[in-house]
């Protein structure tokens, strides 16, 4: 469990390669999952198509949910390729976790709170670019004095929280998730009695780890269109 | 750009920006590499993937709507035609209704008059016949007189022992035997 995070630094700026190349292989993932799902696109649907249109169908069902689809559409894309992302960033993990001289560099990307904060705050940006697009900028700024004035000051603190618990509660499942992984396999290697206690257990919190990480996705990006639905509607 | 810029404000030291770039806290070139990779996997999926199933998925959605409305078309079509044939069939056999009363009609009509040609042609020939056998009587009647005639005077002549005159008695004698005819 102790380990520690190869770092670059590279004109002054301090990258975890670990990341990178866990972010990269994410994005391969995701990227070929969908590039190879809609190869042979067909009016009736087959095969792979039929899950990546589940997976359209079921984005465009979240947004509908928080915002009417004239509004909501241009934030589709932005939802199928969060949630196949940060779904396959979750998974990444599960597997295996690979420790080089002391560093880890196989894990999931989202167990690093640098990246889902990233994520978190970026989404949380967007929701308040397309705030000012859709309402203007006093629309906007009206927006924190609803419902009542006063409560101005709790609605700029509220955007900071939804930031941090948008982005902590990503990482906090997925990083717990890893570390009991990890004990679990490190007392399944420690002797033959251990892997005997461990072979159960970690079965079941692998199960778990994969439910937890289709949660956690789905959450992420269901967050993400309320939070957004809270910035371009005023009828709330 | 990006990185002169961050150079500075790390190069300025000790400020805000510095203390994030500390590998011991946050790394800011993650940051800047996650965001990147992300927009760019967002961008290439809507390029490759999203955009095409989009379009496909918008495509079927179109002819679906295509199909049901020409599915309704049809079905109203197909419903306005069973009913003109409907109207048709019941027309036609109305029709036929008609022709067959019209041919029973006509048929009871021909064989009356046929039953009617054929009375009035039996009744001419019972006529004709009773004419005819009339006729043939009479004849016979005034031949049998003749005879009766001849005879009698032939018998007469050989009483008197003498020719009578045919032609002078002749009369005389017709006329005893109508009388002796009508008295019998």
């Known amino acids: 469990m102790n380990h520690g995070n190869p770092d670059w630094d590279l004109y002054?700026?301090?990258?975890?390669?670990?990341?990178?190349?866990?972010?990269?292989?994410?994005?391969?993932?995701?990227f070929l999952i969908a590039v190879i799902a809609t190869r042979n696109l067909q009016i009736k649907p087959t095969g792979m198509?039929?899950?990546?249109?589940?997976?359209?169908?079921?984005?465009k069902g979240i947004i509908k949910n928080n915002m009417d689809w004239k509004t909501g559409g241009r934030f589709h894309v932005l939802g199928i390729t969060l949630i196949m992302f940060v779904f396959v960033a979750n998974m990444l993990g599960l597997?295996?976790?690979?420790?080089?001289?002391?560093?880890?560099?196989?894990?999931?990307?989202?167990?690093?709170?640098?990246?889902?904060?990233?994520?978190?705050?970026?989404?949380?940006?967007?929701?308040h670019y397309y705030?000012?697009?859709?309402?203007?900028?006093?629309?906007?700024?009206k927006t924190y004095l609803q419902p009542m004035p006063f409560l101005a000051p709790l609605k700029?603190?509220?955007?900071?929280?939804?930031?941090?618990?948008?982005?902590?509660?990503?990482?906090?499942?997925?990083?717990?998730?890893?570390?009991?992984?990890?004990?679990?396999?490190?007392?399944?290697?420690?002797?033959?009695?251990g892997l005997i206690g461990a072979l159960i257990?970690?079965?079941?919190?692998?199960?778990?780890?994969?439910?937890?990480?289709?949660?956690?996705a789905f959450i992420f990006v269901m967050l993400t269109m309320v939070y957004m639905a809270h910035k371009v509607q005023t009828d709330h | 750009m990006l990185g002169n810029t961050f150079i500075l404000l790390s190069a300025n030291g000790g400020g805000f920006l510095s203390s994030l770039n500390n590998p011991n806290g946050l790394n800011l070139g993650d940051i800047i590499v996650t965001v990147l990779f992300f927009t760019v996997l967002m961008v290439l999926l809507k390029k490759f993937a999203w955009g095409p199933l989009m379009g496909i998925m918008d495509q079927r959605a179109e002819?679906?709507?295509?199909?049901?409305?020409?599915?309704?078309?049809?079905?109203?079509?197909?419903h306005k035609l069973l009913e003109e044939q409907r109207a048709l069939l019941k027309e036609a056999r109305e029709n036929a209704q008609s022709i067959v009363e019209n041919a029973r009609k006509q048929g009871e009509t021909q064989r009356e008059e046929l039953v009617t040609?054929?009375?009035?042609?039996?009744?001419?020939?019972?006529?004709?016949?009773?004419?005819?056998?009339?006729?043939?009587?009479?004849?016979?009647?005034?031949?049998?007189?003749?005879?009766?005639?001849?005879?009698?005077?032939?018998?007469?002549?050989?009483?008197?022992?003498?020719?009578?005159?045919?032609?002078?008695?002749?009369?005389?004698?017709?006329?005893?035997?109508?009388?002796?005819?009508?008295?019998?």
């Open chain 1, 201 to 216: 257990p970690s079965l079941a919190w692998l199960g778990f780890s994969v439910f937890i990480g289709a949660i956690q």
């Open chain 1, 49 to 59: 198509q039929n899950f990546m249109e589940w997976i359209m169908d079921f984005v």
């Open chain 1, 131 to 141: 705030g000012v697009k859709q309402l203007g900028v006093k629309g906007y700024f």
């Open chain 1, 12 to 30: 002054g700026l301090h990258f975890n390669p670990a990341n990178i190349l866990m972010l990269f292989v994410t994005c391969l993932v995701v």
């Open chain 2, 117 to 184: 040609a054929a009375r009035a042609e039996v009744n001419r020939m019972k006529e004709s016949a009773s004419l005819e056998i009339a006729t043939e009587k009479e004849k016979a009647v005034a031949a049998l007189r003749e005879e009766f005639v001849s005879l009698s005077i032939l018998a007469a002549s050989k009483v008197l022992g003498k020719e009578i005159s045919e032609e002078d008695n002749r009369a005389l004698i017709e006329e005893t035997i109508v009388k002796a005819g009508e008295s019998r």
């Open chain 1, 156 to 193: 700029v603190i509220e955007e900071f929280a939804n930031t941090l618990t948008l982005g902590l509660r990503l990482y906090g499942n997925i990083f717990a998730g890893e570390i009991l992984i990890g004990l679990l396999a490190t007392l399944g290697a420690g002797s033959a009695f």
């Open chain 1, 95 to 127: 597997p295996f976790g690979i420790q080089w001289k002391g560093e880890l560099w196989w894990k999931s990307p989202t167990a690093d709170p640098v990246i889902t904060m990233t994520l978190a705050a970026m989404v949380v940006i967007l929701t």
């Open chain 2, 63 to 78: 002819l679906i709507a295509n199909e049901i409305e020409a599915a309704e078309k049809s079905r109203l079509e197909s």
